[in-house]
């Protein structure tokens, strides 16, 4: 029997279907004016074509809607495609680390997937844990230095066998059909027996995941959850700790992402999320691979991030002056 991990900041509301509609419509209707904005600016790295417009407006210049669409499918497509190449910069490593033979193979020697190939081989572990500059992940480096290897790699093992089983269960002609959180079947991701308390938690095992399996599992990263919080309008939805995507301690005036967000619930805004991005791409006449289905919600997320970026880091900031820099 299984347990699940630490949802303390998770109401028990968030998991009501009443809640979860009432969440879906206000990101339903925030997306379209995120949508514009990171179709315009290419997926935020050009000038955005509405002051482009703007500036044709201003001097007299006609635009023409059928051109505007044209202009509108190209940058989608731009964007499509330079997510997919980033994406697949790292992805091989990923692959093979979630390799269900070689993992077996480790079983006498967990010691050494610990200290070479989780540490220096899987991208996203090997570059927080060199990323000497950020004091706030001290903390991880610790807590990685003195994690159990045997039980670093029952959980890796655990992660790929999952990932591959779900692979296998996948229906691609019905996967777009999916109603309800419960029918992703991914609460046991959520559980114990699939998490490495501070090490391999919700981000980083998701991560993993999606970068070997991106047409069935999202990266619940932080600017994702981020994301959600602007696309909700920062509402509470009846919540009384606040926002479910934040974690929020008004008497140290400090705020995160919230850690321990259910990736049940992530992975199905995310799916929605997807579905209206791959509706816009039916009306531009843009094709969208289905085998990267997640790497486009990504970078959409990654985008919204990235425009409340000063108000993101002022909130987090308020952490590293209330511990003096050792968060």
């Known amino acids: 029997m299984y347990r699940e991990t630490d949802n303390r900041d998770i109401e028990d509301i968030c998991f009501e279907q009443d809640h979860i509609d009432k969440v879906l419509t206000v990101i339903k209707k925030n997306f379209e004016q995120y949508f514009n ?4 600016s290419s997926g935020g790295r050009d000038i955005s074509l509405d002051n482009v417009q703007e500036l044709q407006k201003k001097f007299g210049i ?15 497509k731009t964007i499509i495609s330079e997510s997919i190449e980033n994406f697949e910069q790292d992805r091989e490593a990923y692959k093979a680390i979630f390799n269900q033979e070689l993992l077996e193979e480790l079983d006498e020697d967990a010691d050494m997937f610990k200290s070479k190939i989780l540490r220096n081989e899987c991208p996203i572990i090997h570059k927080t844990l060199a990323n000497t500059r950020a004091k706030e992940l001290d903390d991880y480096r610790y807590k990685f230095s003195n994690a159990d290897a045997d039980w670093l790699l029952e959980v890796v093992y655990k992660l790929c066998v999952f990932g591959d089983d779900y692979q296998k269960n996948y229906n691609p002609s019905t996967y777009e059909n999916i109603q309800t959180y419960q029918d992703l079947n991914l609460e046991l991701l959520d559980t114990e027996d699939y998490t490495v308390y501070g090490v391999i938690g919700g981000g980083i095992k998701t ?7 991106p047409a069935i599992f999202p990266s619940r990263s932080q600017s ?17 700790t606040d926002s479910e995507f934040l974690m929020i301690d008004v008497s140290k005036s400090t705020t995160q992402q919230n850690y321990f967000y259910p990736y049940r619930l992530f992975a199905f805004y995310a799916f929605e999320i997807y579905k209206m991005l791959r509706d816009k791409a039916t009306e531009l006449k843009v094709g969208i691979d289905t085998t990267y289905r997640y790497v486009i919600v990504d970078a959409f997320l990654e985008f919204i991030a990235s425009e409340h970026e000063s108000e993101i880091s002022l909130l987090k900031s308020q952490i590293k002056k209330r511990d003096g820099g050792n968060a």
Request: aromatic content about 16%.
């Open 224 to 240: 994702a959850i981020w994301a959600l919080w602007y696309l909700t309008d920062k509402r509470t939805f009846g919540c009384r």
């Open 37 to 40: 904005r990171f179709l315009s």
């Open 62 to 76: 006609e635009i023409h809607q059928k051109k505007k669409n044209n202009d509108s499918a190209e940058k989608f």
């Open 207 to 213: 991560h993993m995941l999606y970068k070997v399996h």
